[in-house]
């Protein structure tokens, strides 16, 4: 746990094409944003560096692990503006050749790489016109990741990950759990919402959730409402229009101590692992 009480922490949201360059322009001004407005800690969205509807269009795009432009453009925007930087997600290459891992790469204010988390659970989707199947391009990740930073004990997952409770059970108790997302209109209208709220809450942590949030290029629309929950399920910052934005809350350890201390559900488990 960081020795100050509060942190600022910010989460962007963006509308990604299909255009890398255009999306590291747009995301560069937003981390901006973000670090003027006090922010020592950012989160990007699933994906912020290229939404396209061609599915090869990621598989092109990805990069070595340690080595590329977009990695090379996170280290150098974490450093700049003296953040850490949790960078969304990002294409790197996967063991199978047509194929990417879906990775969150996170960066200290030095620009120095601390962690990295590849996302376990694909999205699979089907309701009438729309379908998704993520496994067609993403190979899955297989370990928990958790870190230490200056907003805490930090949990790392990705979109379609909220849905599995198992997952953030599985990083101890956390200070922070970050969520990068790109959730369809359809399932976010539905579920962003209440899935965040009871993660924050049974996980007795701040919930920082950037997501991709408008209509993109290809004509996927994006559920939006990039939000900051507190322990206690409380939203405390929430983007409620679509594009792109910054939104910006506090993570206080004194109000997450006193939660923890008034409801200690954490140390009520009674079935640790089954």
Known sequence: MSSAQKIKIAAIQTVSG???????????????????????????????VLISGDEAA???????????????????????????IVGGTVPLVADVPDKVRNTTLVFNAQGERV??????????????DEFYDEGRSIEAGDDVVVFDSPA?????SVC??????????????????????????????AHWEVLLRARAIENQCYVLAPAQGGRHP????????SMVIDPW??????????????VVAELDFARLSEIRHSLPALRHRRLRQV
């Not at 990621?58 to 850490?84: C, N, T």
């Not at 805490?152 to 790392?156: A, I, N, R, S, Y």
């Not at 990083?171 to 759990?177: A, C, H, N, P, S």
């Open 18 to 48: 299909p255009d890398v360059v255009a999306n590291l322009e747009a995301a560069g001004k937003l981390i901006a944003e973000a670090a003027s407005a006090g922010a020592k800690f950012v989160g990007l969205p699933e994906f912020f």
């Open 58 to 84: 990621k598989v092109r795009a990805r990069e070595e692990e340690g080595s590329g432009p977009i990695q090379d453009f996170l280290a150098a925007m974490a450093k700049k503006h003296g953040v850490w």
């Open 115 to 128: 962690a990295r988390y590849d996302k376990i659970h694909l999205f699979g989707f089907s309701k009438g």
């Open 152 to 156: 805490g004990k930090v949990g790392l």
């Open 160 to 189: 379609y990950d909220l849905r599995f409770p198992e997952l953030f059970r599985a990083m101890g108790t956390v200070d922070l759990i970050v969520l990068p997302a790109a959730f369809v209109h359809t399932t976010g209208q």
């Open 218 to 225: 290809n004509g996927r629309k994006t559920w939006g409402h």
């Open 233 to 246: 399920g409380d939203i405390l910052a929430c983007r409620s229009e679509e594009g792109e934005g910054v």
